[in-house]
Protein backbone atom coordinates (compact mmCIF):
# COMPACT_ATOMS: atom_id res chain seq x y z
CA UNK A 1 0.00 0.00 0.00
CA UNK A 2 1.96 3.22 -1.14
CA UNK A 3 2.05 6.36 1.22
CA UNK A 4 -1.29 8.37 -0.58
CA UNK A 5 -3.54 5.09 0.10
CA UNK A 6 -2.69 4.80 3.76
CA UNK A 7 -3.50 8.56 4.36
CA UNK A 8 -6.72 7.42 2.50
CA UNK A 9 -7.60 4.85 4.53
CA UNK A 10 -6.30 6.44 7.92
CA UNK A 11 -9.16 9.16 6.94
CA UNK A 12 -12.24 7.14 6.02
CA UNK A 13 -11.38 4.23 8.31
CA UNK A 14 -9.43 5.33 11.45
CA UNK A 15 -12.32 8.34 12.05
CA UNK A 16 -14.75 5.84 12.08
CA UNK A 17 -13.11 3.26 14.29
CA UNK A 18 -12.09 6.35 16.88
CA UNK A 19 -16.14 7.12 17.09
CA UNK A 20 -16.31 3.82 18.31
CA UNK A 21 -13.86 3.16 20.56
CA UNK A 22 -15.11 6.38 22.25
CA UNK A 23 -18.80 4.72 22.67
CA UNK A 24 -17.06 2.11 24.07
CA UNK A 25 -15.03 3.43 26.33
CA UNK A 26 -14.88 1.97 29.92
CA UNK A 27 -17.13 3.76 32.38
CA UNK A 28 -15.60 4.34 36.36
CA UNK A 29 -16.83 2.63 39.48
CA UNK A 30 -15.96 4.89 42.44
CA UNK A 31 -17.01 2.72 46.01
CA UNK A 32 -18.10 5.56 48.59
CA UNK A 33 -19.77 4.91 52.02
CA UNK A 34 -23.46 5.70 52.25
CA UNK A 35 -24.30 5.23 55.94
CA UNK A 36 -21.26 5.02 58.68
CA UNK A 37 -22.15 4.40 62.37
CA UNK A 38 -18.78 4.02 63.96
CA UNK A 39 -17.75 1.28 66.67
CA UNK A 40 -18.06 2.31 70.28
CA UNK A 41 -14.52 0.32 70.99
CA UNK A 42 -14.36 -2.61 72.59
CA UNK A 43 -15.50 -1.10 76.37
CA UNK A 44 -18.54 0.03 74.10
CA UNK A 45 -21.77 -1.68 74.25
CA UNK A 46 -22.53 -5.48 72.52
CA UNK A 47 -25.25 -7.68 71.85
CA UNK A 48 -25.67 -11.21 70.44
CA UNK A 49 -26.78 -11.15 66.80
CA UNK A 50 -29.68 -13.00 67.10
CA UNK A 51 -30.90 -9.85 67.64
CA UNK A 52 -31.54 -8.46 63.98
CA UNK A 53 -31.15 -4.31 62.85
CA UNK A 54 -31.70 -2.41 60.28
CA UNK A 55 -30.70 1.08 58.62
CA UNK A 56 -33.30 3.15 57.52
CA UNK A 57 -33.51 5.11 53.90
CA UNK A 58 -30.79 4.17 52.18
CA UNK A 59 -29.47 7.09 49.32
CA UNK A 60 -28.23 4.13 46.80
CA UNK A 61 -28.82 1.50 44.51
CA UNK A 62 -26.61 -0.97 45.20
CA UNK A 63 -24.54 -2.79 48.15
CA UNK A 64 -21.10 -2.78 48.15
CA UNK A 65 -20.43 -3.83 50.91
CA UNK A 66 -21.28 -3.69 54.93
CA UNK A 67 -18.65 -3.99 57.82
CA UNK A 68 -19.23 -4.71 61.47
CA UNK A 69 -17.45 -5.28 64.79
CA UNK A 70 -17.85 -8.18 66.44
CA UNK A 71 -16.83 -10.03 69.68
CA UNK A 72 -17.92 -13.59 71.02
CA UNK A 73 -18.45 -14.87 74.88
CA UNK A 74 -15.61 -17.24 74.11
CA UNK A 75 -12.77 -17.02 71.62
CA UNK A 76 -13.02 -19.35 69.22
CA UNK A 77 -13.67 -19.48 64.67
CA UNK A 78 -17.32 -18.57 64.02
CA UNK A 79 -18.89 -19.86 60.46
CA UNK A 80 -21.13 -16.52 60.20
CA UNK A 81 -24.20 -15.40 57.27
CA UNK A 82 -25.21 -12.28 57.19
CA UNK A 83 -27.89 -11.52 54.70
CA UNK A 84 -29.84 -8.27 54.04
CA UNK A 85 -33.78 -7.90 53.70
CA UNK A 86 -35.35 -4.69 51.90
CA UNK A 87 -38.01 -2.84 53.79
CA UNK A 88 -38.47 -5.93 56.30
CA UNK A 89 -37.16 -9.07 57.92
CA UNK A 90 -39.12 -11.00 55.37
CA UNK A 91 -38.54 -8.88 52.48
CA UNK A 92 -36.97 -9.74 49.06
CA UNK A 93 -33.33 -11.22 49.72
CA UNK A 94 -30.94 -8.11 48.70
CA UNK A 95 -27.99 -10.70 49.15
CA UNK A 96 -26.41 -12.83 51.19
CA UNK A 97 -22.90 -14.16 52.86
CA UNK A 98 -20.95 -16.64 54.47
CA UNK A 99 -17.30 -16.26 56.12
CA UNK A 100 -15.41 -17.86 58.80
CA UNK A 101 -14.30 -15.99 61.76
CA UNK A 102 -11.82 -16.04 63.96
CA UNK A 103 -12.84 -13.96 66.89
CA UNK A 104 -12.05 -12.91 71.01
CA UNK A 105 -13.87 -12.53 73.80
CA UNK A 106 -11.92 -9.42 74.80
CA UNK A 107 -11.64 -7.41 71.90
CA UNK A 108 -13.64 -6.52 68.36
CA UNK A 109 -12.44 -7.55 65.17
CA UNK A 110 -13.82 -5.56 62.17
CA UNK A 111 -15.53 -7.65 59.22
CA UNK A 112 -16.41 -6.70 56.16
CA UNK A 113 -18.99 -8.40 54.35
CA UNK A 114 -18.68 -8.27 50.09
CA UNK A 115 -21.99 -8.33 48.69
CA UNK A 116 -21.48 -7.53 45.20
CA UNK A 117 -22.63 -4.49 44.46
CA UNK A 118 -26.16 -6.43 45.01
CA UNK A 119 -29.38 -4.58 43.44
CA UNK A 120 -31.80 -2.76 45.53
CA UNK A 121 -34.36 0.42 44.96
CA UNK A 122 -32.75 3.71 46.72
CA UNK A 123 -34.29 4.70 49.75
CA UNK A 124 -35.03 1.66 50.82
CA UNK A 125 -34.86 0.15 54.47
CA UNK A 126 -32.14 -2.93 54.62
CA UNK A 127 -32.94 -5.01 57.64
CA UNK A 128 -29.73 -7.62 58.14
CA UNK A 129 -29.86 -11.01 60.16
CA UNK A 130 -26.74 -13.31 61.08
CA UNK A 131 -26.62 -17.05 61.80
CA UNK A 132 -24.22 -18.42 63.73
CA UNK A 133 -22.32 -22.04 64.32
CA UNK A 134 -19.13 -23.33 65.81
CA UNK A 135 -16.65 -21.43 68.07
CA UNK A 136 -18.44 -22.33 71.12
CA UNK A 137 -20.13 -19.04 72.51
CA UNK A 138 -22.61 -16.80 71.41
CA UNK A 139 -21.57 -13.55 68.73
CA UNK A 140 -21.75 -9.99 69.36
CA UNK A 141 -21.95 -7.14 67.14
CA UNK A 142 -20.80 -3.88 68.70
CA UNK A 143 -23.45 -0.63 69.18
CA UNK A 144 -24.05 2.79 70.16
CA UNK A 145 -26.17 4.00 72.70
CA UNK A 146 -29.96 5.39 71.43
CA UNK A 147 -30.30 8.42 69.61
CA UNK A 148 -26.16 7.84 68.38
CA UNK A 149 -26.96 6.76 64.55
CA UNK A 150 -30.73 6.88 64.51
CA UNK A 151 -31.27 5.48 61.70
CA UNK A 152 -29.41 2.26 62.41
CA UNK A 153 -31.60 0.07 65.33
CA UNK A 154 -31.07 -3.08 66.61
CA UNK A 155 -34.24 -5.07 67.54
CA UNK A 156 -35.69 -7.59 69.60
CA UNK A 157 -34.93 -10.97 67.29
CA UNK A 158 -36.12 -9.57 64.16
CA UNK A 159 -39.46 -8.35 65.82
CA UNK A 160 -40.89 -5.41 65.52
CA UNK A 161 -39.68 -4.23 69.07
CA UNK A 162 -36.53 -2.02 69.47
CA UNK A 163 -33.99 -2.44 72.02
CA UNK A 164 -32.98 1.27 72.07
CA UNK A 165 -29.33 0.40 71.11
CA UNK A 166 -27.96 1.63 67.29
CA UNK A 167 -25.48 -1.12 65.40
CA UNK A 168 -22.41 0.11 64.99
CA UNK A 169 -22.23 -0.57 60.91
CA UNK A 170 -20.74 1.17 57.82
CA UNK A 171 -21.99 0.39 54.47
CA UNK A 172 -20.62 1.52 51.10
CA UNK A 173 -22.25 1.53 47.62
CA UNK A 174 -20.64 1.35 43.84
CA UNK A 175 -21.34 4.40 41.48
CA UNK A 176 -20.63 3.81 38.21
CA UNK A 177 -20.29 7.09 36.24
CA UNK A 178 -19.59 7.80 32.45
CA UNK A 179 -16.14 8.53 31.30
CA UNK A 180 -15.02 11.74 31.44
CA UNK A 181 -12.59 13.36 29.24
CA UNK A 182 -12.41 14.43 25.72
CA UNK A 183 -15.53 13.77 23.09
CA UNK A 184 -13.86 12.58 19.53
CA UNK A 185 -16.14 14.04 16.62
CA UNK A 186 -15.18 14.85 12.91
CA UNK A 187 -12.89 18.34 14.14
CA UNK A 188 -11.88 16.82 17.91
CA UNK A 189 -8.82 14.89 18.47
CA UNK A 190 -8.54 13.24 21.84
CA UNK A 191 -5.12 11.83 23.30
CA UNK A 192 -4.89 9.80 26.17
CA UNK A 193 -2.26 10.86 29.09
CA UNK A 194 -2.83 7.22 30.25
CA UNK A 195 -4.22 4.74 28.83
CA UNK A 196 -7.73 5.41 27.34
CA UNK A 197 -8.05 8.41 29.32
CA UNK A 198 -8.78 10.37 26.28
CA UNK A 199 -7.33 13.22 28.87
CA UNK A 200 -6.44 16.21 26.17
CA UNK A 201 -9.03 18.06 23.71
CA UNK A 202 -6.93 18.95 20.32
CA UNK A 203 -8.71 21.39 17.89
CA UNK A 204 -7.49 23.67 15.57
CA UNK A 205 -9.27 26.28 12.98
CA UNK A 206 -7.70 27.91 9.69
CA UNK A 207 -8.07 30.68 7.83
CA UNK A 208 -6.49 32.03 4.55
CA UNK A 209 -6.37 34.35 1.73
CA UNK A 210 -5.18 31.78 -0.67
CA UNK A 211 -6.91 30.78 -3.48
CA UNK A 212 -9.63 33.22 -3.15
CA UNK A 213 -9.99 32.84 0.61
CA UNK A 214 -10.63 29.69 2.64
CA UNK A 215 -11.49 29.16 6.24
CA UNK A 216 -12.74 26.24 8.62
CA UNK A 217 -12.05 24.03 11.23
CA UNK A 218 -9.72 21.09 10.83
CA UNK A 219 -10.26 17.51 10.42
CA UNK A 220 -8.72 15.36 13.11
CA UNK A 221 -7.62 11.67 11.98
CA UNK A 222 -7.54 9.72 15.07
CA UNK A 223 -4.24 7.07 15.44
CA UNK A 224 -5.39 5.45 17.96
CA UNK A 225 -7.03 2.17 16.58
CA UNK A 226 -3.09 1.94 15.06
CA UNK A 227 -1.78 2.01 19.01
CA UNK A 228 -0.36 5.65 18.73
CA UNK A 229 -2.20 7.03 21.55
CA UNK A 230 -0.59 10.00 21.93
CA UNK A 231 -0.69 11.82 18.70
CA UNK A 232 -2.72 12.38 16.00
CA UNK A 233 -3.14 14.06 12.84
CA UNK A 234 -5.36 17.40 11.09
CA UNK A 235 -6.21 18.01 7.17
CA UNK A 236 -7.79 21.13 5.91
CA UNK A 237 -8.52 20.98 2.57
CA UNK A 238 -8.10 17.18 1.77
CA UNK A 239 -8.42 13.99 3.42
CA UNK A 240 -5.59 12.56 1.71
CA UNK A 241 -3.71 15.85 2.18
CA UNK A 242 -2.97 15.79 6.39
CA UNK A 243 -1.67 19.35 7.30
CA UNK A 244 -0.27 18.71 10.74
CA UNK A 245 0.74 16.29 13.14
CA UNK A 246 0.19 16.74 17.01
CA UNK A 247 1.83 14.61 19.87
CA UNK A 248 1.61 15.06 23.83
CA UNK A 249 4.01 13.48 26.02
CA UNK A 250 4.02 12.88 29.66
CA UNK A 251 7.16 14.88 31.66
CA UNK A 252 5.70 14.65 34.61
CA UNK A 253 8.23 12.84 36.12
CA UNK A 254 10.87 15.54 34.52
CA UNK A 255 9.28 18.88 34.58
CA UNK A 256 5.70 18.46 36.10
CA UNK A 257 4.37 19.36 32.84
CA UNK A 258 2.87 17.81 29.79
CA UNK A 259 4.62 18.57 26.49
CA UNK A 260 2.99 19.54 23.24
CA UNK A 261 4.55 18.81 19.57
CA UNK A 262 3.20 20.42 16.63
CA UNK A 263 5.01 19.64 13.03
CA UNK A 264 2.81 21.39 10.64
CA UNK A 265 3.63 21.50 6.83
CA UNK A 266 1.68 24.41 5.53
CA UNK A 267 1.73 28.20 5.38
CA UNK A 268 -1.72 28.58 5.69
CA UNK A 269 -2.67 30.55 8.73
CA UNK A 270 -4.05 28.45 11.60
CA UNK A 271 -5.27 28.77 15.63
CA UNK A 272 -4.36 25.10 17.26
CA UNK A 273 -5.76 25.00 21.08
CA UNK A 274 -5.40 21.76 23.12
CA UNK A 275 -7.47 21.73 26.89
CA UNK A 276 -6.50 19.75 29.38
CA UNK A 277 -10.26 18.00 30.02
CA UNK A 278 -8.97 17.31 33.48
CA UNK A 279 -8.36 20.45 35.07
CA UNK A 280 -9.29 22.87 32.31
CA UNK A 281 -6.48 24.26 31.77
CA UNK A 282 -5.68 25.13 27.45
CA UNK A 283 -2.73 26.47 25.58
CA UNK A 284 -3.21 27.78 21.98
CA UNK A 285 -0.17 27.78 18.91
CA UNK A 286 -0.82 30.06 15.89
CA UNK A 287 0.46 30.40 12.49
CA UNK A 288 0.44 33.41 10.22
CA UNK A 289 -1.00 33.02 7.24
CA UNK A 290 1.36 32.69 3.95
CA UNK A 291 4.24 31.92 6.48
CA UNK A 292 5.74 28.83 6.96
CA UNK A 293 4.75 26.99 9.67
CA UNK A 294 7.38 26.41 12.64
CA UNK A 295 7.62 23.05 14.51
CA UNK A 296 6.43 23.56 18.20
CA UNK A 297 8.56 22.36 20.75
CA UNK A 298 6.96 23.27 23.76
CA UNK A 299 8.32 21.32 26.68
CA UNK A 300 6.01 23.24 29.48
CA UNK A 301 2.73 23.37 27.52
CA UNK A 302 0.40 22.39 30.38
CA UNK A 303 1.27 21.44 34.09
CA UNK A 304 0.30 17.57 35.58
CA UNK A 305 -1.62 18.94 38.48
Known amino acids: MNSRSVLRWLSRSTLATAFLLSALAPAYAEVSTVFDCPSSGNNGNHDAVFNGFFVENIAADNLHSATLYYRATQGG ?8 HRNSYSGPVVASASQAVSLSNSSDKAVTWDFGDAPFASGSTLYFTHTQSGGGGTVQYNMQPGGTCPRSQESVGTSAVLNGFNVAVQLTTNTVTAPTGCVANATTLCIDANPGDRRFQVRVTYSTSQSGGLSGNGKAISLAPLGVSQGGLFWFFSADNPEMLVKILNGCTINNRFWVFV ?20 KTYQNPDRTNAVPVQDTSALSCQ
Open 77 to 84: LYNLTLTV
Open 263 to 282: SAGTNVGFRLTVTDTLTGNS
